[in-house]
């Protein structure tokens, strides 16, 4: 009995999380978080006489595109984009970076479609990276060019250039179009859908000091 009893608990947690990954598809006809324009500012990364040791740069300005479409008897109600993975706009997010869109950011819940412009400073300890940050990017680099045969106090002695991935997600949040234009969606009423981006960064490997 309690073996028939775990199944069924498990098909019920199966059957409700493929109803609700259907709603939310339904609902939400795209979400997407990229790169808005050319970013060329570098993170620079300190060096020693061994190895990288450090980002430099204290923040980074980033050049996002957010954009959502909703399916035709739905709205946009809100958005949340971070630099982490897992980002749910009705979650809380302790001390990860991100930022929340919601009434007139979006259009007070009249608009199938949105796209925002945002260009946000993080701190770069906030920012989370898609295979391997600033420092270990430069790491790398150096590793290559010693198994190339160059001699690691020259290769420290130069400035190179790199490039690592900032991650980003969006999160964007649809409710029925009454319940949108009233004002009254809430986490119970609407359904949500992600993507997540891999954000190009210049990197500077600074000469050791």
């Not at 809100?78 to 009434?103: H, P, R, T």
């Not at 920012?127 to 690691?152: E, R, T, Y």
Request: glycine fraction near 6%.
């Amino acid at each position: 009995m309690i073996k028939m009893i775990s199944k069924t608990a498990v098909l019920t947690a199966v059957l409700a999380s493929v109803a609700t990954g259907a709603m939310a598809k339904d609902w939400i006809e795209k979400v997407e978080v990229k790169r808005d324009g050319i970013d060329v500012i570098p993170v620079e990364v300190k060096a020693n006489s061994y190895n990288y040791t450090k980002i430099k740069s204290g923040n980074h300005r980033f050049l996002l595109r957010l954009s959502a479409k909703a399916t035709s008897g739905e709205r946009i109600v809100a958005m949340k984009v971070g630099s982490f993975k897992n980002v749910q706009y009705f979650e809380a997010d302790g001390d990860l970076w991100s930022k929340s869109f919601q009434n007139r950011d979006v259009g007070a819940g009249t608009k199938r479609t949105v796209s925002l412009s945002y260009k946000p400073v993080i701190a770069m300890a906030k920012v989370k990276w898609q295979g391997w940050d600033p420092v270990q990017a430069c790491s790398l680099n150096l590793d290559k060019v010693l198994k190339g045969g160059m001699k690691k106090k020259d290769a420290l002695s130069k400035t190179w250039t790199v490039s690592a991935k900032a991650y980003f997600e969006l999160d964007a949040v649809a409710a029925k179009k009454n319940k949108a234009a009233k004002n009254k969606w809430s986490y119970k009423n609407t359904t949500h859908q992600r993507d997540g981006y891999g954000y190009d960064v210049t990197v500077k490997c600074l000469p050791a000091q």
